[in-house]
Structure formats: C-alpha cells, structure tokens
C-alpha cells in the first residue's frame, strides 16, 4: 500500500510536462501576433505612424 501511496504522489515529470504547456503556449501566441501583423491593417497602420514620425 505504501509503495502505491508514493506513486501516485511522485511528481517526477511535471517540470518537463509544464514546460512543453508553457512552450506550446508561447508558440501560439507567436502565431497570433505574427497574424496579426502581418494584417494589411495593421502594417498601414504602422506605415502610417511611421511615414508621419519621420516628417
């Protein structure tokens, strides 16, 4: 019973397991703002704060 008790509490993995969710996470979000900027909008957007700070 003990042996079973401390299998189910061994954590071994989890940093490996939170790690792959937290870099999962990070890519996606990576391609969201990639998306997003590459939008038409938000390039024209950003030629236009762009073409008026250089005047």
Not at 3 to 11: K, M, Y
Not at 37 to 42: A, D, N, P, Q
């Amino acid at each position: 019973m003990k042996r079973l008790v401390r299998r189910l509490r061994d954590d071994r993995g989890m940093t490996t397991a939170e790690y792959a969710v937290g870099t999962l996470a990070a890519v996606a979000f990576a391609g969201i703002l990639l998306k997003v900027l590459t939008s038409s909008h938000v390039q024209a957007a950003l030629t236009a704060l762009i073409d008026r700070a250089l005047k």
